[in-house]
């Protein structure tokens, strides 16, 4: 009885909460509504500012990028002494939880690191937390200094329905392209060569998995980095184009088409016969690379950023050659820049921000990059290495850019594709998904996607 | 209680037992209690103020940042809002969308399996242990009491680390499986699909049989001896004296021990997020961290409060079924 | 009681089993935390403590778990104190409905209560804030306290209070006198409870400071592993260094702690 009377009272006390509470989010701004300066109101004078501190987060934690950053901030902190960096790096995913989080709050950074992906700079250009930098790119001439196919993949109308054009919301600084690397002392005990087809690769992966090694290394426990290995892979049975569509979120491709099913077969197959070892969804990303620098594994189909680290372990035995030509006859892998540095739009110190922006990509900071053992996303040709990985790396990003196609991650298509494609592969690959759901599956968002804008 | 693993949430839960069963009546002073002279709240307190002067600093904190909100939530989930921006008014649309919701569902069964690792194990392991140490003669019981309950203070990111380690394909885990021939055991126990729940779930027994060890020992040790020493004139052994005597006397101390760790199960926050994010797939996904992922990650806070009023439900459902079984009479 | 040997011995295989599995992971940590890191020669590391400590900021991490689990403990014993004096000893209206108002308070989930919280705060501004990350917290073990404390006000005997006010003892003076005094070890153990759930909390510290200005020590740890993933050796040392405080703090009141959790749960 008591409790009965209780209860009462209780949500007699709750109905009048909800009457005083205000409906979430009606005082927010209206989405859709950030902008930036216009050329000619942008502000360049940094040192007329005082004394500043900017703060910075980036996610590059890893060794050569986190030396180029560093080195990149003292000379800017030399160039502009009023100006003191405040940095603060983390994980790729951490800093995306964070961002998530922290950008619609009033404490932001200055400078901040974004995924290109619709669920990340697409959602918060849509919130109207980013700054346009169109002005800043007119007047301190980005749009010379980049081509136009890196610019496009940091633009976005301002509802952020259109990717690839529209306002100019970041700038990347880094070179990306996803490769194979291998070990040359593995291959010759196998005496195996240096694939050139996919088909050969193929043969490879069973040659060695017979002979008793592991052939391919994938530490996946975060369900992004299959991504990494099947972007490549799907080239080889679908037509570069059309991956183009499905990576970006436009309309006009399917992904229960049968190249796409027979590349998730593939997938199911390595996964299925232990290709990828015992356990690569049980396996972190970076313990994975580290274990195939002590000798586990003869093929790791991974990110450029991941050389200059293995190097340091494996030194001249380490390799890297562009994914072989995809069914279109070119090669196509994925790749492009590094994460592009945005302003967001509650930055205290925008003025300084862009100065640190523009320092941060111009000619001087991708020597530096380079010289720190990275990629820089410009001038690869001029600043490659004469030796090392980074040498052979520097030449696959060239021949990709220039004469083939550099295919977008997969998981900019939507808001929700980087969620679904991660589920989807750990479930191809652990064998709990059959391709044919797998394809429905991730076809199931894209289209939903597409069909609504 | 802000962490789920929180030991001493015991005597605390049963509160929420009697509370439960209707007997949160107005405060007694206990036995004996003070004549009533001109009807004062207490011998000391003058004024009818004043048990309210007392009270209200911290029922104002309490209610602004624990009640209040959670009728926020409940509102929240009337409306479909990303987060930022304004917010449309659906009804109970968010909670139709769970029923038909694949993820929300397996979450809900994943919690299931949780309370099995989280709450019966324990709870078995427990009432052994504790019946090993209430039959005495155990030299050192100080240390083994410390030592078994040690888990249960270190933060449950140290103890994420720590198992993410230990259940790595190369970790230890199956470094021993290896080493005693049963490769076939061995694998990646966070990146199975069929393994990482129990994998999850046994860090929970391991975190939690401490707790109720020591719950069930503080109820034991109210156990007379004479009691222990009739049943063994006629002739007991340590199985039927513990059936007899030790069972029957721990039951308001089982369903504590159980309130608090299925609690502690339904809200495995930390440890998911720390150790597999809800994957493989979806495979390890649970209610508590449904409601972080679908608000901060999919932006999608109307649903993500829906999942937490239903989590809360769940709890209070939970809570008051064992309450009420383990208080029917015998 | 007397137990034949066989079963003694048992009973120590039993126990000795499990106290094993309790301290196995502890021990693993351990052992890996002076491991070599990657590309280092083997023997035990010391070092790779000072270099967790320098990388991972724990410094400025434990700083503010300090920091805020101060505040927690204070505000919540201080008003625990106070709700627990009013539910334990006096009689008034409402109280009927007051006290299971604040049990319900047990049954939270953290995780109902932080997405209101964080738009809300947001809204006002408060978020990246210590009051931020404090209050919540601080709601959350009043439930408890004034719980707990109540149990503790009720089992003394009604002849203090009555002693107190023939000495002319107003309410504030009989509780800080008499009461409190009188109730210290279930203070004691309530301030390590309070104190141990702080430092250990994580949900609540990572949505309610975003900005990472006031990142506290679990989630220092949280984001040293993103980032140094393949270093478990440097990782467990990390991990060392945000449990130890606590381990300290528990085996040095470790007698008194579990007395007075055995003593509290059987208080009615």
Redesign the interface.
């Known amino acids: 009885m008591r409790r009965r009377a209780f209860l009462g009272q209780a949500s007699a006390v709750g109905g009048l909460g909800l009457l005083a509470a205000c409906a979430p989010g009606s005082d927010a701004p209206e989405p859709g509504s950030a902008t930036g300066p216009a050329a000619d109101e942008v502000d360049k004078d940094v040192a007329a500012l005082g004394d500043v501190t900017l703060t910075v987060w980036d996610q590059e934690v890893r060794g050569a990028q986190n030396d180029a950053i560093t080195a990149l901030i003292e000379s800017f902190q030399q160039k502009f002494p009023n100006v003191t960096v405040d940095r603060h790096s983390q994980s790729f995913d951490d800093l995306r939880q964070q961002t998530a989080l922290a950008l619609s709050g009033n404490d932001v950074p200055d400078v901040l690191q974004v995924n290109n992906a619709r669920a990340d700079m697409g959602e918060f250009v849509k919130a109207g937390q980013l700054t346009d930098l169109s002005g800043y790119s007119e007047a301190y001439g980005w749009e010379d200094r980049f081509p136009a196919s890196v610019l496009a993949k940091s633009r976005y109308s301002a509802d952020a329905v259109t990717f690839g054009e529209g306002s100019l919301w970041g700038l990347p600084q880094t070179g990306e392209v996803v490769g194979i690397y291998y070990s040359a002392a593995k291959l010759e005990a196998l005496s195996a060569q240096v694939p050139t087809t996919w088909d050969e690769l193929i043969a490879l992966v069973s040659a060695a998995q017979a002979a008793g090694e592991q052939p391919l290394v994938l530490g996946n426990i975060e369900g992004w980095p299959a991504l990494h290995v099947f972007g490549p892979l799907q080239a080889h049975y679908v037509p570069a184009e059309e991956i183009v569509s499905l990576g970006m979120g436009n309309a006009g491709a399917d992904w229960t088409s049968e190249g796409n099913i027979q590349a998730l077969t593939q997938m199911a197959e390595w996964g299925a016969s232990g290709a990828f070892g015992d356990s690569p969804n049980g396996q972190d990303y970076d313990a994975a690379w580290a274990a195939f620098t002590e000798g586990t594994g003869v093929l790791l189909i991974g990110g450029s950023w991941l050389g200059p680290d293995m190097e340091k372990v494996l030194g001249e035995d380490l390799h890297f050659m562009a994914p072989p030509a995809g069914m279109d006859g070119k090669v196509a892998t994925t790749g492009g820049t590094g994460l592009p540095f945005t302003i967001p739009a509650k930055a205290k110190n925008a003025v300084a921000a862009a100065a640190y922006i523009d320092f941060i990509t111009s000619s001087e900071a991708m020597a530096l990059i380079a010289e720190n053992g990275g990629m820089p996303v410009l001038e690869t040709a001029a600043l490659a290495p004469d030796s090392g990985v980074n040498k052979e790396i520097y030449e696959a990003f060239d021949a990709v850019s220039t004469s083939g196609t550099l295919l977008p991650y997969l998981d900019y298509a939507t808001p929700t594709f980087a969620d679904t494609a991660a589920d989807t592969l750990q479930g191809v690959i652990g064998g709990q998904t059959d391709p044919a759901a797998a394809a429905d599956a991730l076809q199931a968002d894209y289209g939903e996607f597409t069909a609504a804008s | 209680?802000?962490?789920s693993?929180?030991?001493?949430?015991?005597?605390?839960?049963?509160?929420?037992a009697r509370?439960?069963t209707?007997a949160?009546?107005?405060?007694?002073?206990?036995?004996?209690?003070?004549r009533r002279r001109r009807r004062r709240?207490?011998?000391?307190?003058?004024t009818?103020a004043?048990?309210?002067l007392?009270?209200l600093?911290?029922?104002a904190?309490?209610a602004?940042?624990?009640?209040?909100?959670?009728?926020?939530?409940?509102?929240?989930s009337l409306?479909d809002?990303?987060?930022?921006?304004?917010?449309t008014?659906v009804g109970l649309s968010n909670y139709l969308d769970l029923a038909g919701d694949a993820a929300f569902r397996a979450a809900i069964g994943h919690a299931l399996v949780l309370i099995v690792f989280y709450a019966v194990l324990p709870l078995i392991?427990g009432l052994?242990?504790a019946a090993?140490?209430r039959?005495?003669?155990?030299r050192a019981m100080?240390?083994?009491?410390?030592?078994?309950?040690?888990?249960q203070?270190?933060?449950?990111?140290?103890?994420?680390?720590?198992?993410?380690?230990?259940?790595?394909?190369?970790g230890?885990l199956n470094q021993a499986l290896r080493a005693l021939g049963l490769d076939s055991l061995?694998?990646?126990?966070?990146?199975?699909?069929g393994a990482?729940l129990p994998a999850v779930g046994f860090i929970g027994t391991?975190l939690e049989?401490?707790l109720v060890m020591?719950?069930l020992?503080?109820?034991m040790?109210?156990i007379p001896?004479d009691l222990?020493?009739a049943v063994?004139l006629d002739g007991a052994g340590?199985v039927r004296e513990f059936l007899a005597i030790t069972l029957p006397s721990v039951r308001g101390?089982i369903v504590?021990a159980l309130v608090l760790t299925i609690?502690a199960a339904?809200?495995t926050?930390?440890l998911v997020?720390?150790t597999?994010?809800g994957?493989?797939?979806?495979a390890t996904t649970v209610?508590?961290y449904e409601?972080?992922r679908r608000?901060?990650?999919?932006?999608d806070?109307g649903s993500?409060?829906a999942v937490?009023?239903v989590?809360?439900l769940l709890?209070?459902v939970i809570?008051l079924l064992v309450t009420r079984i383990g208080e029917r009479p015998a | 009681m007397r137990v034949s040997r066989a079963e003694q011995m048992m009973n120590y295989a039993v126990l000795a089993l499990f106290a094993l599995f309790a301290l196995a992971p502890i021990l693993t940590i351990v052992r890996t935390a002076f491991a070599p890191r990657i590309g280092e020669s083997p023997g035990l590391h010391p070092e790779n403590l000072l270099e967790a400590w320098r990388i991972g900021g724990f410094a400025e991490s434990l700083g503010h778990s300090l920091v805020v689990a101060v505040i927690v403990v204070t505000c919540a014993v201080v008003l625990s104190v106070g709700a627990g004096y009013a539910f334990g000893t006096m009689r008034f209206r409402g109280a009927g409905l007051l006290f299971p108002l604040f049990l319900l308070g047990l049954m939270i989930p953290a995780e109902a209560v932080v997405i209101p919280l964080f738009f809300d705060l947001r809204t006002l501004g408060l978020t990246d804030t210590y009051a931020a990350i404090a209050l919540p917290q601080i709601a959350q073990s009043i439930a408890f306290g004034t719980f707990w404390l109540r149990a503790q006000f009720r089992s003394l005997p009604p002849s203090l209070l009555e002693a107190a006010a023939l000495d002319g003892a107003g309410p504030l003076r009989a509780l800080t006198r008499v009461l409190v005094p009188a109730s210290l070890p279930a203070v004691i153990t309530l301030v390590v409870l309070v104190f141990m759930w702080t430092w250990n909390e994580f949900l609540i510290a990572l949505v309610m400071a975003p900005a990472g200005r006031l990142r506290t020590a679990p989630l220092g740890l949280a984001t040293f592993q993103g980032q140094y993933t393949a270093e478990n050796s440097l990782l467990a040392a990390g991990a060392i260094i945000v449990a130890l405080p606590m381990v300290i703090l528990f085996l040095l009141l470790q007698r008194h702690f579990i007395r007075g959790m055995l003593e509290g749960a059987s208080k009615e």
Do not use: C, H
Not at chain 2, 41 to 46: E, H, K, L, N
Not at chain 2, 81 to 87: I, R, T
Not at chain 2, 135 to 138: F, P
Not at chain 2, 142 to 151: E, H, N, W
């Open positions: 209680m802000p962490t693993s929180s030991p001493a949430a015991a005597p605390a839960d049963r509160a929420p509370a439960a209707g949160g009546g107005p405060a007694q002073p206990a036995s004996g209690a003070p709240p207490s011998p000391v307190a003058r009818a004043t048990p309210y007392f009270l600093p911290a029922f904190v309490y602004a940042f624990s009640l209040y909100p959670l009728l926020r939530a409940a509102q929240f409306y809002w990303s987060g930022f921006g304004p917010s008014f392991v052994v242990l090993i140490l039959r005495g003669q155990v100080g240390i083994f009491r410390t030592v078994i309950f040690l888990p203070v270190i933060a449950l990111v140290v103890i994420a680390v720590a198992w993410r380690q230990i259940y790595a394909p190369s230890p061995a694998r990646g126990w966070l990146g199975d699909p990482a391991w049989m401490g020591l719950l020992l503080a109820g040790s109210r001896n222990y020493e063994r340590p101390e504590v609690i339904l809200k926050f930390d997020y720390l597999t994010s994957g493989p797939g979806r209610p508590s409601v972080y608000a901060f990650e999919l932006k806070v993500a409060s937490a009023i989590l809360t709890v209070f809570n």
